[in-house]
Every structure is written in C-alpha cells, then in structure tokens.
C-alpha cells in the first residue's frame, strides 16, 4: 500500500514513519513517497527516516521527490501536512496581528484567517489533482486550519477527505487518565469544529464518568486543561473546553503574553527548526538524534504563554508525545482493513449536529470502516457555544468565498467578523498588513 506524504519535508514527518514502522499487519503501508518543494528538507527527513528504518525489518521503503503529480499517482492514501508560506510565513502571521492589537495565533483568529486565505488554493488545486491522478485515494488532512482546509477539499473530494488533529486525542486522553479509566474503553463525547470543541462527557460501560470530575476539584485541576481553565470556570460551563478555547476565554491576557514575549511561537519554531535543517548539512550528524532533541524541546514549549497567563507551569511528561501519527495510523487501518473503530475527525456534519448544514465540516466522534468515517449525531450544543461554532463557521465560509473569488472585500469581511477582531477597521488594516507581506495573498483584489 503507498503513502504519499505531502509537506514530506516537515519537521514532523518521522512521527507517522515511526508510527508506520510499529504496524506489522496485513495491508500495511509499505512504500512512502514524500513531497515537497524543498529539496533540502526532503533531503534532511529522509536522512531521519533512514536512522529509524535501520533497526526494523520490511520497513517501508521511502522515496522522496519535487514532482507533486509523481507523488499523487498510485497512492492508495495522500497524507497532507502542507505549511504554506513556511514557518516565515507564521511569524508573519502573529506579527501584523500583534501589531493591531489581536491575536495572530496560527489557526485561531486573524493568523487563522491569514493562513487560510494562503493555503485553501494550495489545497483545493491538490483535492483537483487527487481527484484526476489519484481517484481511489483517501486524503487524510493534517493542514491547519484543519476544519477549513478539510471543507474546502471536500467540495472536490467529497467524504473521501478526513481531517485530523491530537488536540481531541490528547483531551480526551488526560480525563480518561484522571478518572482512573482507560481511554481505549471510554466514549468521548466531544463536538465542535477545529480547535473549538467541548468535552460534554466520557463514558465507561456507559457510565458517564465526567460529572464526577467536575464535581470534584481536587481531581478537576490535577490536569493541563483544569490548571489552563481554572476549575471555577470549568465548574460553570459543565464541560471540558478543547485547549484552544484559551485564546477566547481569556483573550485579553493572552494577546497581552504574546505581545511581551522576546519571539513569538512562529519566530521560535522558524529559528529552532532553521537550526535542526542546517545540521543536517553535516554528514557527520546523527539525524535521529538531533530530530528527537529538537522535538522534546518543541513539545515542552507548546502553548507556553497560555499556560504562563494561568499560572499553569510546565507540561506534564505524558503530554510531550504528540498523538495525531496514531490516530492517522489507526484511520487509514480502518479503512484499509475495515478495522472498525470510533476516533474523533473532522468531517462532514450530514446532520450530525443539527445547527449547521450537511457540508460543514465539524469535529466529532466518528465511526470508521471500509467505508470512510460516520459522524455520530450529537445532541446541541448549550447556546454559548452554538454562537461561538456558528460565527467562526460563518467567518470560515467567508474565508472560502475570498479564496474562490479573489474578492479583498470578502477577504475583509471574514476578519472583521470574527469574535476576536473587534474592528471594521482593524479588519481593513490586516488585510493590508498580510497582502503586503505574503506574496500568496497577490490573489486579492
């Protein structure tokens, strides 16, 4: 079976290898093709992957190349993890929208949007192209903003596309853990779009366990989530809120953190990874083992100044580990295999949640076969969250309308309706901001 991995020179390419190389079953990926543009960094993954096939018998033979219709013929699954415009690119992002006072977080808010309006032509000529080269293949979506690059692809692709994310996972993960339950056993009942989602409960032998969590607070503020929220605010909302909801709940803090740091996330990750490719320039180096040290130190300052802003210390161990190789390793098994399993995908809603239409895609738990992933209807939201998913879902199918049409007025309207730009104005001058500095939005006008 062929894996086409595309952004093939991303820095975290060797977690899906490494989570292939675990799979020893029949119909199993054994041959991975990256692609990118960049020959350097195809070349510096590779070398990574290289190191980790060593010691594994039948590892999957890996190829690398420029050519993207190369890359997409025969694949049997398109995995993609596309960064338009590079890490450049998001520091770009967080720096004109710092300067307006808001947040440029990379899928949250105007840095969303700016990523957005980059990526979805990238990503719709590619859903074109899978769809010509590549008709049988299923294109699991890791580019961010997941949700919206998904919906866009899915109006070329339709269900045959599935976005992913390891924020849901890991979510679910910490509560199951805390509640002395294993998560392999719990349902999570989680639902929302991308980076905006609630945990409402979990499960056991169809018990719901997350009332007593929450009626505990000892036990409520033991995890990331409980320190980030504080346990008072999680108490009043009933729910568990996905880690992004920070940059809503307490907006003005972390815009405020973010403005004070010496580099924002973009500039750190942009100047650390510059670091890790031009090491392995030198043959000498051990690719493995720079890749492993550059990766524990990425993980351990993920979302640093929110946690700084609630006094929520450093990162628990368990959660330096990632996640979304795994659940894109046990999607294309189900698939691949009719494995069946449940796992939490961004997909089209088909009624799932009854306040949006049939073609937004939306983050729910998903029952998954032969077939491709079911969203499991959900009950509604409670008000305050259905207003904050239908805006930013609005603000979404603006993004889509400006990409498709070129339009700078839809491009405008989608910034100054989201909940967290509070300005006409403000929305004019990102426009202005992120045209001038990003060749890829040459398109509005």
Request: proline residues 4%.
């Amino acid at each position: 079976m062929k894996l086409t991995i595309l952004g093939g020179g991303g820095f975290r390419v060797p977690l899906v290898y490494g989570a292939l190389l675990t799979d020893r079953g029949e119909g199993r990926v054994t041959e991975v093709v990256l692609h990118d543009l960049d020959d350097s960094r195809l070349y510096a993954v590779a070398r990574v992957l290289a190191e980790q096939a060593a010691i594994v018998p039948d590892a999957p033979k890996v190829t690398a190349t420029t050519d993207l219709d190369e890359a997409l013929r025969g694949a049997d699954f398109v995995f993609s993890a596309i960064r338009v415009g590079g890490l450049e690119g998001r520091a770009n992002d967080e720096r004109v929208a710092l300067a307006e006072g808001v947040l440029g977080q990379e899928t949250v808010g105007a840095g969303g949007i700016a990523y957005g309006l980059r990526t979805v032509p990238v990503a719709v000529d590619i859903a074109q192209r899978v769809a010509r080269l590549a008709p049988d293949a299923w294109v699991i979506n890791f580019t961010n903003p997941a949700g919206l690059v998904t919906e866009a692809m899915s109006r070329h692709l339709g269900d045959r596309v599935i976005g992913i994310c390891d924020s849901p996972v890991g979510l679910g993960r910490r509560i199951a853990k805390v509640l002395g339950a294993n998560p392999r056993e719990a349902f999570i009942d989680y639902v929302g779009l991308n980076h905006l989602g609630w945990v409402r409960g979990l499960r056991v032998a169809g018990r719901d366990e997350l009332p007593r969590l929450l009626a505990d607070p000892d036990l409520l503020g033991s995890f990331e989530e409980g320190k980030l929220f504080g346990t008072d605010w999680l108490q009043s909302l009933g729910a568990i809120p996905n880690e992004y909801l920070h940059y809503y709940y307490f907006n003005r803090e972390t815009v405020r953190a973010y403005r004070e740091v010496e580099k924002t996330r973009g500039a750190f990750l942009r100047d650390q990874q510059a670091r890790f490719y031009d090491e392995m320039k030198r043959p000498d180096a051990s690719a493995l083992t720079a890749w492993d040290r550059t990766r524990a130190e990425r993980e351990a300052t993920y979302m640093s100044e929110n946690r700084e802003t609630a006094g929520a210390g450093e990162r628990d161990a368990d959660d330096l580990s990632g996640g979304y190789e795994k659940v894109a390793l046990a999607l294309m098994r189900a698939i691949a295999r009719d494995e069946r399993t449940t796992l939490i995908l961004n997909v089209r809603n088909q009624g799932a949640l009854s306040v949006l239409d049939a073609d937004a895609v939306i983050e729910v738990p998903c029952l998954v076969d032969a077939n491709g992933a079911h969203p499991v209807a959900v009950d509604p939201l409670p008000d305050h969250a259905t207003g904050l998913v239908c805006a930013v879902k609005g603000v979404e199918r603006e993004v889509l309308a400006a990409a498709e049409s070129g339009s700078r007025a839809t491009a405008v309207k989608a910034f100054a309706l989201h909940p967290l730009v509070d300005s006409v104005n403000v929305a004019r001058r990102l426009v202005e901001g992120y045209t001038e500095v990003h060749p890829g939005l040459a398109y509005l006008k």
